[in-house]
């Protein structure tokens, strides 16, 4: 059961970024993540300036660009609230067409879409290019607590089980008919998470069970321990580096 779950989140490849190892681009990740939000949303043409680095990095992968652009779509909550934002914040206004919007409502949502969007992008990049395993690895190897370790593990491990179990129930309610048309049908998809819900709980418990029949004891073995070169750490830390200098020249410039 544990073979190929979580495997749909990442693509298979063999360029220097699958290389790295994960605590390295986890690391990495995490950095470049820190300057983009300390960067001021005034500062525009460091935002471009960190795109391109990014669809460089990206480009390094060979992921198709058409999977980064679907998986994108996680983002599209954010963009509603940051369209939202201009019509709703206080303070003066400036014309933009027929609508006047507030002023700091416009720099807000630029902020929110700019500073998300490569945030989004650049977690994408980390996500398609290391192996789920090697994700909760990274984890262990950076020290985070155990319960974290764990809840990461099994998310990884049984995600797709849930999922295949939902679409299952979505092909047995197809076959008798079922059409969610109305608020009426509303009660058949609450019944549906509810049983599902149960499922998932139950199969919780029984893997639970297994695991202690085996000898768990509160941590996850891991047959390989990640290591990493200097050579390695100096090839990833280049992006987090190039930041800094992108930071470093708006704010003094």
Not at 29 to 50: H, Q, S
Not at 80 to 99: N, S, T
Not at 106 to 131: N, P
Request: aromatic letters at 10%.
């Amino acid at each position: 059961m544990g073979a190929g779950h979580g495997h749909s989140l990442h693509f298979h490849g063999h360029s220097p970024i699958h290389r790295l190892p994960a605590h390295v681009k986890l690391t990495t990740l995490v950095l470049f993540v820190l300057i983009v939000v300390a960067t001021p949303r005034t500062a525009v043409p460091a935002f471009g300036a960190y795109v391109a680095l990014l669809l460089a990095v990206a480009a390094f992968t060979t992921v198709p660009w058409t999977s980064l652009a679907r998986r994108m779509v996680v983002e599209v909550p954010f963009v509603v609230f940051a369209l939202l934002m201009p019509f709703v914040a206080e303070g003066p206004r400036v014309r933009v067409g027929p609508l006047h919007l507030a002023e700091a409502g416009l720099w807000g949502a630029w902020g929110l879409l700019a500073k998300g969007t490569l945030g989004v992008l650049a977690s994408l990049i980390f996500g398609t290019t290391t192996e789920p395993r090697d994700i909760v690895r990274a984890l262990e190897k950076l020290r985070l607590p155990q319960p974290i370790v764990q809840i990461a593990s099994f998310m990884f491990r049984y995600l797709e089980v849930v999922t295949g179990e939902l679409r299952r129930m979505k092909i047995a309610r197809d076959s008798r008919g079922f059409q969610a048309r109305s608020i009426r049908q509303w009660r058949v998809l609450a019944g549906t998470l509810g049983a599902l819900f149960i499922r998932s709980y139950e199969r919780g418990e029984r893997v639970h069970l297994a695991m202690l029949s085996r000898g768990y004891a509160g941590r996850l073995p891991f047959a390989r321990q990640l290591t990493a070169t200097w050579g390695d750490w100096g090839r990833a830390l280049t992006l987090p580096v190039a930041g800094i200098g992108i930071l470093a020249a708006v704010m003094f410039a």
